[in-house]
């Protein structure tokens, strides 16, 4: 590091000191003090590169003339102690490191927060609690604030409040940053995690943070709806029966919201959490729906299209048997209102000897997450075996004998008629 970088180094780490106490509105006549090793750790060792001493001291020399330090010498040696902040010319430290650095001063910094609060504060619920965080922090003089960095989040979150048109994420990047690639590149993971506070849609594991924005109508790319099974979908002008595609299709969810009604042909119907259990799943008393984890937007909007159409048949729901997978029924039957049953969820799927090598012990993480699920009726018996006994099972092996299972009784059904 140079003289120069040091310099800069030095009155940063003073200004930081100084604006803790601040913050803190510590009263006190002590002074700031920084000591060399916070600035290079090896300075008081004797091995120490010679070439980083001189550079502290060159620049501690340098300051002490301008006037903006000083520094206590260990005795017999020209090795600094400690250095010290001047406060009387915290004005002019300010100004050097503006006109030498381009670091702008506080103060300006916090001017130019209030202004472009103004801007937004009034434009909606979210902006608005988003502004309020921003004055809050504006009072802490540990908060670094940039202005554009500020300002690009509030462009945003105001577009996202406001928006009632399906787009892409890159479209949504173009419209408020003229750049495709602006949002994802910047400030992606920070909208996100506060759209998820500030509207109380906390995060799950397993779930995509990004999940959050389709609620606001933007998605990263078109969403799909895999089905397949008995099911048969009517638009304005024709309809749809999926019954003839034995692997089933996917719906685009642009083409959900026209949709005039679904009916479905079957007993019931089984949302299933893993492609692969899906994919396999053969079974003509279900008409079938991958999640794919929890439930987006767009699932959710085709389930509620369904539920009133198919007010008759039973719903049930097949995911792994661990927490997540418990958690993502409890969001299905939250996010419709509709009471899915559990499908092969239980602790005779754990008890099954054929899954036997397939079980996984719980981890720390899974312990942790037990909380209120243990309570909910739903899942209490089953819960409380997997943690007495430390098991978890993913749903594919379950779904691999439950094909087998019904051939087998297929065969000997046939036989049985000859």
């Not at 590091?1 to 000191?17: C, E, F, R, T, V």
């Not at 070439?51 to 010498?73: C, H, R």
């Not at 899906?278 to 937007?297: S, V």
């Not at 048997?321 to 299905?332: Q, S, Y």
Request: proline share 2%.
């Amino acid at each position: 590091m140079s003289s120069k970088d040091y310099k800069k180094a030095i009155l940063d780490g003073l200004l930081k000191k100084y604006n803790n106490r601040y913050a803190k509105n510590i009263t006190t006549n002590r002074r700031i003090i920084l000591k060399p090793i916070e600035v290079y750790k090896d300075y008081a060792k004797n091995n120490a590169d010679i070439s980083e001493k001189q550079g502290i001291n060159e620049a501690v020399s340098v300051l002490t003339s301008m006037g903006f330090v000083t520094a206590d010498y260990l005795k017999f040696s020209d090795d600094i102690e400690k250095i010290y902040l001047s406060e009387e010319k915290l004005n002019a430290v300010y100004e050097y490191l503006k006109d030498e650095y381009g670091v702008v001063p506080q103060s300006t910094i916090s001017k130019q927060m209030h202004e472009i609060v103004e801007k937004y504060i009034c434009t909606g619920e979210i902006v608005q609690n988003y502004c309020e965080s921003i004055l809050t922090q504006i009072e802490d003089p540990r908060c670094l604030l940039v202005p554009e960095k500020i300002e690009a989040n509030l462009k945003m979150l105001s577009f996202l409040e406001k928006n009632k048109e399906n787009l892409y994420v890159r479209e949504a990047s173009m419209l408020v940053y003229g750049d495709s690639k602006w949002f994802e590149n910047n400030n992606y993971e920070e909208i996100c995690t506060f759209m998820r506070t500030v509207t109380g849609r906390i995060k799950v594991e397993g779930e995509r943070n990004d999940a959050i924005l389709s609620f606001f109508y933007v998605t990263p790319t078109e969403q799909e709806i895999f089905i397949k099974g008995n099911w048969r979908i009517e638009w304005e002008q024709y309809a749809l029966d999926i019954s003839k595609f034995q692997g089933g299709i996917a719906i685009a969810s642009g083409d959900v919201q026209s949709i005039k009604s679904i009916s479905v042909n079957t007993e019931s119907i089984m949302t299933i959490e893993n492609k692969t259990s899906f994919q396999r799943l053969r079974d003509g008393k279900f008409a079938m729906m991958y999640l794919g984890g929890f439930a987006n937007r767009h699932q959710i909007e085709f389930l509620k299209k369904v539920i009133p159409d198919n007010p008759n048949i039973r719903y049930y729901h097949f995911g792994d048997i661990d927490i997540g997978g418990f958690l993502i029924h409890k969001h299905l039957c939250r996010e419709t209102s509709k009471r899915f049953e559990l499908y092969c969820m239980g602790i005779k799927q754990l008890c099954d000897m054929r899954f036997s090598h397939c079980l996984k012990s719980l981890t720390d993480n899974d312990m942790s997450r037990f909380g209120t699920l243990m309570e909910e009726g739903s899942y209490s018996e089953v819960l409380k075996y997997m943690k007495e006994n430390s098991v978890k099972l993913e749903q594919e092996i379950v779904s691999y004998y439950l094909v087998k299972d019904t051939s087998t009784q297929s065969g000997r059904n046939e036989k049985s008629q000859c």
